[in-house]
């Protein structure tokens, strides 16, 4: 499986969720973690809370809708595993960004702009267990 190289998609999204974690933060106060926003949705604090969280999720859902309306096609999706393991990886992440005390979001945008210890110790382990998984898959496993 080949991964296709994209500088300048790959920057424009990086400037978007930048962007949108630099608004959430002016706006509300909120860092932009996913796993945590998704959380809060599930285990509310208050319904102002769970009105911004659903908002912003909804944004995400609703952002392949706006693609297609501005470019006339929807983003290429190509995932080669099943509804099932979608679901138990989905599950796994959950885990282990409560355990890791946050997600790649919340740690590698937010906390290591914050200078958070917490996330620079987090975020390059993060990047060597994606490393070792990859490597894994790709060549011991050979899938």
């Known amino acids: 499986m080949e991964t296709a190289f994209t500088p300048l998609l790959s920057l424009g999204g990086g400037l978007a969720i930048g962007l949108g974690a630099v608004l959430l933060m002016l706006g509300l106060g909120r860092i932009l973690g996913a796993t945590g926003i998704i959380s809060g949705i599930v285990f509310p604090e208050s319904g102002e809370e769970a009105r911004w969280r659903i908002a912003l999720v909804a944004g995400m859902m609703l952002a392949p809708g706006l693609i297609y309306l501005v470019s006339g096609s929807m983003p290429a999706l190509d995932i080669p595993v099943s509804p099932a393991m979608i ?9 282990g960004a409560s355990l890791g005390s946050g997600c790649t979001s919340g740690h590698g945008v937010c906390g290591l702009s914050r ?3 917490r996330s ?3 975020v390059p382990v993060f990047m060597a267990t994606a490393a070792a ?6 060549h ?4």
Not at 133 to 138: C, E, G, L, P, Y
Not at 140 to 143: E, K, L, N, R, T
């Open 133 to 138: 998984t990859v490597f894994v898959i790709r």
């Open 115 to 117: 200078l958070s210890i």
């Open 140 to 143: 011991v496993i050979g899938a």
């Open 120 to 122: 620079l110790v987090a």
């Open 87 to 95: 679901a138990l990886g989905g599950v796994v992440v959950g885990l």
